[in-house]
């Protein structure tokens, strides 16, 4: 189970879109996700009548690093650390580190 899955709200933490907040949109391996809105380039490209492409500028959205990412707790509206517990059923869950609050999958 990862402490950041596909879906959650997260808070940006370092880098250029520091304290932007985003959705995950994507895993891309292990470490890398894409987030919508955030982390945003401009890439030239080139037409290719072939596959009917057009030429131009695009602005696409790059991988971040999980590293530079903390999830978003709603109650305190503040970036959280994710710790795991098991209950009593024997389910494991994610909880905030701050106030011990089970994570709701939205």
Do not use: Y
């Not at 933490?13 to 955030?38: S, Y």
């Amino acid at each position: 189970m990862n402490k950041i899955c596909k879906g959650d709200e997260v808070v940006i933490t370092a880098g250029r879109d520091k304290n932007k907040r985003g959705t995950v949109r994507a895993w891309l391996d292990e470490n890398r996700i894409i987030i919508d809105g955030i982390n945003l380039v401009k890439k030239h490209v080139k037409p290719n009548p072939m596959k009917g492409e057009q030429g131009g500028i695009l602005t696409k959205e790059m991988p971040i690093s999980i590293s530079n990412v903390s999830l978003f707790n709603p109650l305190t509206q503040k970036a959280d650390r994710v710790g795991f517990r098991t209950l009593d059923d024997g389910r494991k869950v994610r909880v905030f580190k701050s106030n011990g609050e089970i994570i709701v999958k939205a």
